[in-house]
């Protein structure tokens, strides 16, 4: 394997000099950082980054913890933050706490032992004690997705408050009254705040939101089977099933199915975090789709930021709802591959965008226009 030394007598110059063109230092005339590639490609030079990282106290490395790498939401995230990590020039190490925080503290642990650069975590059942610890030790951090409050951090997530009302709007706009929603863990501010959204959203329409009609979720599908079995259970299940993730959803929907029940005709169902397969369903699941790649992007600045000792800003993007047919909206195209639509609603607690068509309803026809909407790609 060829050595620093044989570059440097490969394009004939000094050891100092060919170090300082592979480090970008700017001393470096044009004529001898051409004459250092061509002598890199000529012999198939690689730095030794362990021996580099001693020198610059910097293995460009990141660590990106993640909360489940099953659900596609944390899969896309994942995808998306190892793009920008490249783009800037870092390599991403990827850990799976799998919702429980002592692998969250395992990974967080083993990446600081590997000396990487800085670290993204999206904290799972509000936070753990080594990923605290390293928070508070001033490792260059930045929470994505979730959050811990009182931990100083930058937080890159999305906003779904505007999108959850907009869903509200949707179902009431097509006669839905009794809306039940499969929560996440309340130890998660994501699942914190999905369940108050949707609390919000009903109040502006005078709809409750009986304890009966809130099944405790954990982000998995098994959770939204077991709460949907329960909602068909009551003497008045709800019309409407809203999951606060995908798998859950998922899960919702094998439970309707397992009881010979179709959607949206005996059960209408929602989730929030649109993912590919939605649109593959029958029917197409309507749903809220986050700006993952986004986030993923805004993320790996932010935590770069951290790392070159700025502050890092914290960023919050907006949801959006994609409709398609699974509440009992009217059967367009449909089927495999449908795009559905973005809503931006006029309903109560929402400023309008612009109307281009307005849907009808299948059941329950209320007296009230329901809100417009606008064809967008989810």
Known sequence: MASIKDVAAEAGLSVATVSRALNGHPSVSPAARHRVRAAVEALGYRPNAVARSLRTDQTRTLGLVISDVMNPYFTELARSVEEEARA?????VIGNADERPD????HVTTLLDRRIDGLLVSPTDGGSPGMLDAARAGTPMVFVDRWIPGVDVPVVRSDGRAAVRDLVA???GLGHRRLAIIAGPAATTTGRERVDAFREALGAYG??????YIGQGDFQAESGRRATERFLDLPEPPDVVFAADNLMALGALDAVRARGLRVPEDIALAAFDDIPWFVHTDPPVTAIAQPTRDLGRAAVRALVERIAGRAGESVTLP??????RS?????ESGGSGESGRSRRSDEPGRSGGSTTESPSSVRNRPTESPSPVQRSTP
């Open 88 to 92: 800037l020039g870092y390599s991403v």
């Open 103 to 106: 692998l969250q503290d395992h």
């Open 170 to 172: 949707h179902l009431h």
């Open 207 to 212: 709809l409750p939101l009986p304890g009966a």
């Open 319 to 324: 949801a959006r709802l994609v409709v398609r």
């Open 327 to 331: 509440c009992g909206e009217p059967g």
